[in-house]
């Protein structure tokens, strides 16, 4: 069940709108600036996905060890990764303003992904650049892996993140003529999308503070 949540806060973060809008942008990247190559789109997007699921994949391998070290005191780390994880949602709501979610970090390279290499190079970029402005589902799912009991199961959860937020890429470059009004009508509930996402990541935060979360999933799953 944690993997299943984790999974799908990698969807939300691709919706959010850190990542929405620059689909289009994205694509025509992964195609080289040129229209109609589906085949080097699809391939170039997949070395995307798979440069930034190695980033979030290692923070995942780095927040299960830390986990597994600080389970004697599994109380407090409930409570604490919590607390922090319904900010984070109080922040997607927007009744909470965090300013540095908000922002992005712009890494001094130029990369023209024309290549699967370049591509996947692409994706790193992309996991350190913007992982501020997805921070709060991102960082959802680290505080999961903390909370975990074994660097591999962090590695997992957050593998099912980046498989969350990686699908809807591949899909988009086989897709994107078609998700033209998909994208619209996201774009035009943004507000209502935040508050029932945020939502989400505060009900997550209360149980984890409360040691419930580990149970629920164990009884979902």
């Not at 979030?56 to 060890?65: E, K, Q």
């Not at 969350?164 to 890429?169: R, V, W």
Request: proline share 4%; with cysteine.
């Amino acid at each position: 069940m944690q993997f299943l949540i984790t999974f799908l806060e990698g969807i939300i973060t691709f919706i959010s709108p850190c990542v929405l809008p620059m689909i289009p942008l994205y694509i025509l990247y992964f195609a080289g600036g040129e229209e109609g190559k589906t085949r080097r789109t699809v391939a170039n997007a997949m070395g995307f996905v798979l440069g930034f699921t190695v980033i979030f994949v290692a923070l995942g391998l780095f927040a299960g060890s830390i986990g597994s070290f600080l389970t004697r005191y599994q109380t407090a780390v409930n409570l604490v990764t919590g607390i922090i994880v319904a900010i984070f949602g109080l922040h997607y709501t927007g009744l909470l303003k965090i300013a540095f979610l908000n922002k992005t970090l712009k890494p001094g390279a130029e990369v023209k992904p024309t290549t699967f290499p370049a591509a996947a190079l692409f994706g790193v970029i992309f996991a350190v650049g913007w992982s501020p402005c997805t921070g709060a589902f991102l960082g959802s799912a680290m505080l999961m892996a903390a909370n975990g009991q074994s660097w591999f199961s962090g590695m997992l959860l957050l593998l099912c993140y980046s498989v969350g937020l990686g699908i809807p890429f591949v899909l988009c470059a086989v897709l994107i003529d078609k998700l033209k009004g998909a994208f619209a009508f996201i774009k035009r509930n943004y507000r209502v999308i935040n508050v029932i996402c945020g939502s989400f990541l505060i009900l997550i935060g209360i149980l984890m503070a409360a040691g419930l979360f580990t149970q629920l999933t164990r009884l979902l799953a």
